[in-house]
Each structure stands twice: as structure tokens, then as C-alpha cells.
């Protein structure tokens, strides 16, 4: 199974495998797109479907590219084969940017995440885990030692994933257009899988597939997410946890990667349930707008690192074990809020000038109601017609 190999020391070929699933499986659609009508098709289906069987030679060059081969970054066919024959942004009659500085930079970058990475190993290594004096210490400090786990862990995929980076980027390949500033920039998003600083410092959970491994997440929304969408509805949990089952299965089955993915889609919806709060403050109460935002990246970072270690020790009993530890916070925490967002669901903020335009327009229907009604009936001294005048005009303004 997937991850027993350097478990041993040895060379694990899964993630060769995994990037390889990934492009057979976009391949395959896109071309069973290009065999639909266009009206039946959404702007991203439309864009990469293949309209003819690519060659031999195109399939096996676009599967095995040495520059995503093991790690990836994944990409479409569309994309590569407009590289290979220089067409689109790669035309001839375009004159190419350098690929050098961004090299460089992506070089440099996974220069520092290794030797961070090594530095960190030597104070938060996973076997401390299995050692007596981890069961000696109290709460806070295995939450924080688990923090630091996952933290330290990360810093290894920042590496390989920088390196991959630069190499997608110096082939030409990482090349994803220009900006719109004046004088034009290169851009490499292409070729990007991580944001370092937008992982460490995610404002929200819902932001983590924008930022971390950015290709697959960006594959997964295309071929799962979008297309579990009925049309004419809204996406709910069903198609977000969907996903990250999928997600789990692609990496392998161990217990510890369903175990996170699935735990991932309740963090994520209980990040949205914070987000709701805070967009529902009114801009006059700033300081508890901020106070929701930070509670958000608080409980981004602690779910985060929590969740993580099941991906890390993989195995059931060690997963259950570590998160048992900590009194299973990571876990309680989401499924509290999922659960407090449907007992105080938030209603959106309706600005002044709303609140004021609903007011005059109540005390408008108000005059003339009062004026067809009630004002008439009042010269005849009507009591009764008065009181049951009354009692209406209660109830359009919502107090019975």
C-alpha cells in the first residue's frame, strides 16, 4: 500500500503514479467532451475539451513529462500539446519571457524549505509519538507538539513541489500569460502548486484548496466538485464531501488519509459557518468583525495541524490514539459549529441606507392603509372598527 515503502527506507513510486491516475482520467473526459454538443458544456469543459484523439507519441509525452512526472504539477492536455506545437501564448509570433529569474527563484525557495525543513526535524520528529514521555505530557503541550509535527511535515512538500516548479517553469510550459500591468509581467501560475505564506497564513479553511497543492485541488474542482453539481442548484456538503472522499482515495487507503479528507469537509464547512457570522456584523461593530476573523484563522490553524497528523501516521490505532490525546478537539470543533450554524444561522447585514429606504417604505404603505382604512371610519366613531383597525395595523408591523 501507498506510503509503506519509505516507511522502510525505500523508494515509493505512488506519487509517480497518483500525478499519472490524474492526467489518464482528464485526458479521457476531455476527449469524451469534444464528442458533446458545445451548448451542453460549461466555459472550463469548452476550453480543454479535445475535439480530435491525440497521437501516440502526444498521450505518452503528455503522461510521462519529466518536469511533473513524480510530483506533478498536474495540467491539461489542451495546455501541452498547445506547448508542443507552439500555439495559443506560445506562438511564434510572440516573443517569449525569460524563464530564468522565476527559475531561480523557485531554486532558492526550495533551497530554504529543505534546510528548514531539517532544522525542524530534529526537535518535532513523528517517532517522539510512539515515545512514553509524549503520554507524560499535558494537554497544551501535545496540542502544540502536534502543531509543530504538521508544521515541520509541510515544509518537505514546499520543497519537492519548488523544485518541480522550477523545472516546469524553465521547459516554457509554466508559462500561463501576462499580466495587465504596465509593462507587462510574465505570470507562472501554471507551474505554481503551493502558496507558502497562504498556507501558514490562511485567514479561513474554505482557502486551503486555493493554496495547497493548487493544481490537483484545481483538477478536482473541474472533473468532481462541478460536475456533481445538478444543474440549476447550488453545491452543498454532499459534492464538498464527495470530493474529499476522492481526494483520500486518490492518495491511498490507509485509514489516516480517509480519516482527513473526510475530517477536512467538516472543517471546511465549519470555516464557513464563521465566515457567515462575520459577514452578517454590520460595518459599525468593526472590532467584532475582526474578532470572528481571527476566531477563523485560529481555528484554521488548530483543525489544520490536528487533522494533519492522521495524514502523517497513517495507520487507525495511531490516528485514533494521537487525536484521543488531545480530547479529539479537532474533531468537536467543527461539528459544534456546523451544528451552532443552524441554531444562530446568520442573517445578512443590511446597510443604513437600506434600513432607512425599508423604513420609509413601510411608513408609505403605513399612511395609505391608515388613510383608505382608518382615518374614514374614525368620524363615525366606530369603536369597533377602530380596534379591529388597530389590531391589523399590529400585525403589518410585526408585533403580533
Not at 395609505?368 to 369597533?384: A, D
Amino acid at each position: 500500500m501507498s506510503g509503506d515503502a519509505w516507511k522502510e527506507g525505500g523508494i515509493d513510486a505512488t506519487g509517480a503514479l497518483m500525478v499519472l491516475t490524474l492526467k489518464v482520467i482528464s485526458c479521457a473526459i476531455n476527449y469524451n467532451d469534444g464528442l458533446l454538443n458545445e451548448e451542453e458544456l460549461r466555459e472550463v469543459q469548452k476550453k480543454y475539451r479535445l475535439i480530435e484523439l491525440p497521437s501516440l507519441i502526444e498521450y505518452f509525452g503528455y503522461c510521462l513529462c519529466c518536469g511533473s512526472h513524480f510530483v506533478g504539477p498536474v495540467y491539461e492536455m489542451k495546455d501541452y500539446l498547445d506547448w508542443t506545437e507552439r500555439k495559443g501564448i506560445w506562438a511564434h509570433s510572440d516573443k517569449g519571457p525569460s524563464p530564468y529569474g522565476a527559475t531561480f527563484r523557485a531554486l532558492i525557495q526550495a533551497a530554504f524549505c529543505m534546510a528548514l525543513y531539517l532544522y525542524l526535524l530534529l526537535y518535532y520528529p513523528l517517532s517522539r509519538f510512539t515515545e512514553p514521555i509524549y503520554q507524560e505530557w499535558g494537554f497544551w503541550r501535545k496540542l502544540t507538539y502536534q502543531y509543530m509535527s504538521s508544521f515541520t511535515a509541510r515544509w518537505k512538500y514546499y520543497f519537492i513541489w519548488s523544485i518541480s516548479e522550477a523545472t516546469i517553469i524553465i521547459s516554457g510550459l509554466g508559462f500561463s500569460g501576462w499580466t495587465e500591468s504596465s509593462p507587462p509581467k510574465p505570470k507562472w501560475d501554471r507551474a505554481k502548486n503551493v502558496d507558502i505564506l497562504g498556507v501558514e497564513l490562511a485567514k479561513s479553511s474554505v482557502a486551503l484548496p486555493l493554496v495547497w497543492n493548487i493544481q490537483v485541488s484545481t483538477w478536482l474542482r473541474h472533473y468532481v466538485y462541478e460536475r456533481l453539481i445538478t444543474k440549476g442548484k447550488k453545491p452543498g456538503f454532499f459534492q464538498l464531501l464527495a470530493t474529499q472522499t476522492v481526494s483520500a482515495v486518490w492518495h491511498g487507503l490507509y485509514p489516516g488519509y480517509i480519516i482527513f479528507f473526510v475530517q477536512s469537509a467538516l472543517i471546511i464547512a465549519g470555516s464557513r459557518v464563521i465566515y457567515r457570522w462575520e459577514q452578517a456584523i454590520p460595518r459599525n461593530m468593526a472590532l467584532v468583525k475582526k474578532a470572528l476573523v481571527f476566531m477563523n484563522f485560529a481555528y484554521t490553524l488548530l483543525v489544520l495541524n490536528y487533522s494533519a497528523i492522521g495524514f502523517l501516521v497513517l495507520s487507525l490505532h495511531e490516528s485514533l490514539a494521537l487525536f484521543r490525546s488531545v480530547y479529539y478537539i479537532g474533531t468537536i470543533l467543527p461539528i459544534a459549529l456546523i451544528l451552532l450554524g443552524y441554531i444562530i444561522p446568520a442573517k445578512p447585514a443590511r446597510s443604513k441606507a437600506r434600513k432607512e429606504h425599508s423604513i420609509f417604505s413601510r411608513l408609505d404603505e403605513l399612511e395609505t392603509i391608515m388613510n383608505q382604512y382608518l382615518w374614514p371610519k374614525l368620524s363615525g366613531v366606530n369603536i369597533q372598527y377602530l380596534y379591529l383597525s388597530l389590531d391589523g395595523l399590529c400585525v403589518f408591523l410585526g408585533f403580533k
